[in-house]
């Protein structure tokens, strides 16, 4: 066992998390498999179960768990541990913070943050989840977390903490999280926000005290990584008017044809055609993704009104287009690539994300509505 978190600390640093020595004693210290007794789907769609032939290795692997599936769609799961360790380290945890989680699942990221010497409030919609959350942290002797039955939204009322993480994938951010991540010291809120059909994980920070609910603060925030989490339930997912579409099966789709030859030699990798994802969505609020029919895996396109068409940007800055307003999708697609080369090629981490309470007046969220290149 030993060797196996050993393995699984370096796997987790060689897929490119920043690991402090403290992040490495968390991972190297809390039993993950005490975490998922019940199991988790293998990618074929079977369970595997504690004891079943390479059950501890994908345990110790750099792959999320999915641990609740409800009508064919996961609801419940442990995160990829790289992913975990890239939101943990911009969460900048200090011993003795006060740390409100969104979306406790199995609540192993709950006990990474309490080995890290946090006291944790963790939050969960599904009371199942909540009561398999408790019992983890007992059976793996975890102290110092509080297991929470609810909708993240509200957070914790009349309660104030240092930190806020949220490990679900969210429209905006919650107006009682502003007001509650009131501290001397405040910290980041680390959240994956939808952009463009995924969920960059932000940053996020306010100016000025979050204690009224209306929030008059400035809100901004910056990307720390790309990310594809399940989506929440509730008014944290609500739709709002700078909403790109939802991603589209490939069977939605009309067909497509090129409209733009290919533009570099060498296709983009996936960390610079993240990039150009992201900056897409900021230009277009028609930017998500696709499986674009006749070609693999998930392409960023700017999908029409329609829903079926528009145009698909490719690795190689081809442009497919179909549809019934082809042409102009299909101009629009390569302006956004033209203007991408024009501004040196921005990452995603280069945008000053600005956010703006919208939303249902009800239920308002604070979503990003203005983004400056800064670096
Ligand atoms: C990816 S899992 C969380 C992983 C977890 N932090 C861990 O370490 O295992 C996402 C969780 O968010 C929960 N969730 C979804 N919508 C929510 C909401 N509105 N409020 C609170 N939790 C929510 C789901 O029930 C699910 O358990």
Redesign the pocket.
Known sequence: MTDLRRRYVERIRRDGAPLSPQLSEAFASVPREL?VTEGFQRRDGTWARPGSAGFLERVYSNDVLVTKVDGGVP?????QPSLMAIMLAALAVQPGDRVL??????????ALLTALGARVTT????DD?VARARAALQRAGVEGVRVVAG???AGVPNEHFDRVIV??GVAGLSPHWLAQAESPRPGPIVVPVEHAGTHPVLAVHCAASGSDVAGPGVVTGRVVCSSG??T???P?TARHPGAHPHPVPATALTAFRPAAPSRWEHSLDSLAYRDLWYAAGVWSTRATHAAVPGRDGSTLILLDEEGTGGAAILPDGMVLAGGAQEREYAAAAAGIVDRWEAASRPPMQAWRITLARTGDSATPIWCPTAWDLVD
């Open positions: 975490f609801v419940s799961s442990s995160s989680e969104i979306g406790a699942g199995t609540g192993y990221n709950a939050v969960d919609v599904q989840v909708d993240g939204y490990t679900v989490f399940m929440a339930a509730g944290l």
